[in-house]
């Protein structure tokens, strides 16, 4: 892990494999507290690349406890959140809108980290039950056609990186990852991030980790939303390619 420390440390990119071996080591536990702080500020000093954030999730997503769904087409609404906007949790409420129209929806999520309220705080706000094992997370999606899948049921390994993150305090790559690794291998997905930056970048992560569709969007006002207050950034996968464009609220009625 060294060696691939240092290469990062030299401001060179690790392959897809390199970043693979890496995130073995710190989602297995057999990487020391060092390494992976060193690892962090390394690759956060530099800057993930495309390939680096679409290795570290293919192996985040070895270690994730999963569900297993009858559905074919799952759609999940999870965002990156952070934008440090205090605004209200509109993704939770997306989610039911979507599976009112008859998409099945794995919501995943967490506590809030910089807003009012994440997705879990909501949910738990109204009485939801969040600790609910895989089975019962299954079968609930399959007879509802709705499962909000909470992060820390799902994700055991973190408990590998959890301290060093806090003690950094500080934004990783583990803050993109965690959207990218939905427990249910949701099919579709709609992606709000916090920064204007990742919009492209994640998409084509997405379209690397076998997604069918997927939209990243990121607003001009800095919301990890489609906003209503100015144009929405967004990149689209499509299924073929990554295509980018600007939406206007005033243009599709929601200004």
Do not use: W
């Not at 690794?181 to 084509?204: C, F, S, W």
């Not at 969007?217 to 144009?231: A, F, M, P, R, S």
């Amino acid at each position: 892990m060294k060696e691939y420390i240092e290469k990062i440390k030299d401001k060179f990119s690790l392959t897809r494999e390199e970043i693979e071996i890496v995130m073995q080591q710190i989602m297995s536990g057999e990487a020391s507290k060092n390494d992976v702080a060193e690892f962090l500020l390394a690759l956060r000093a530099k800057g993930p690349t495309i390939d680096e954030i679409t290795g570290a999730a293919k192996i985040m997503r070895k270690f994730v406890v999963g569900i297993d769904t009858h559905h074919t087409t799952v759609l999940d609404t999870c965002g990156t959140g952070g934008d440090k906007k205090n605004t209200f949790n509109i993704s939770t409420t997306a989610a039911f809108v979507v599976a009112g129209a008859g998409v099945a929806v794995a919501k995943h999520g967490n506590r809030s980290v910089s807003s009012k309220c994440g997705s879990a705080d909501v949910l738990e706000a109204a009485g939801i039950n969040l600790k609910i094992g895989e089975q019962y997370a299954g079968e609930c999606l399959d007879d509802v056609g709705i499962v909000f899948l909470f992060a820390q049921m799902h994700h055991p390994a973190m408990k590998h990186v959890g301290p060093v993150r806090k003690e950094l305090g500080v934004e990783t790559i583990f803050n993109i990852l965690g959207p990218l690794t939905n427990p249910a291998k949701a099919t579709h997905q709609i992606m709000g991030v916090y920064k204007r930056d990742y919009v492209e970048p994640l998409a084509n992560v997405l379209k690397n980790l076998g997604l069918k569709k997927a939209m990243v969007v990121h607003g001009n006002d800095g919301l990890d939303e489609i906003t209503t207050t100015d144009k929405t950034f967004i990149a689209e996968y499509n299924g073929d390619e990554v295509i980018s464009y600007d939406i206007d609220p005033e243009e599709i009625g929601i200004a």
